[in-house]
């Protein structure tokens, strides 16, 4: 099964911002972002339909995060401006290949490759 590729990530004091990238090779229904904290289930906070570029946002983040896409690279990018410290989490792509709402609910069990996880820490 192939998998994600995720880069980006990193340390940045409130108010920066990151850029996270998911690369694949196969062709996807939608990509997913996922956040995680230890102890805690997975939190979708942002995705996109690959084919039609429609996408959603928790509302933790909307408004701060945007995805984007390079259908070139076959890669979509999450963009994350105005961070705050409950934004750090260890963050996942991940591909949903089957067809029915990816994002209502946005749930983990729905997507079925993962990528590997960055880390992002948001801390002054």
């Known amino acids: 099964q192939e998998h994600l590729v995720e880069s980006g990530g990193g340390s940045v004091q409130p108010g920066g911002s990151l850029r996270l990238s998911c690369a694949t090779s196969a062709y996807t229904i939608c990509i997913g972002w996922f956040r995680q904290t230890p102890g805690k289930e997975p939190e979708g906070v942002a995705g996109?339909?690959?084919?039609?570029?429609?996408?959603h946002y928790a509302d933790s983040v909307k408004g701060r995060f945007t995805i984007d896409r390079d259908f070139a690279k076959n890669t979509m990018y999450l963009q994350m401006n105005s961070l705050k410290p409950e934004d750090t989490a260890t963050y996942y792509c991940a591909a949903r290949d089957s067809g029915g709402s990816c994002f209502t609910p946005f749930l983990p069990v729905k997507f079925t490759r993962w990528g590997q996880g960055t880390q992002v820490t948001v801390s002054s």
């Open positions: 996109i339909y690959t084919a039609t570029g429609y996408t």
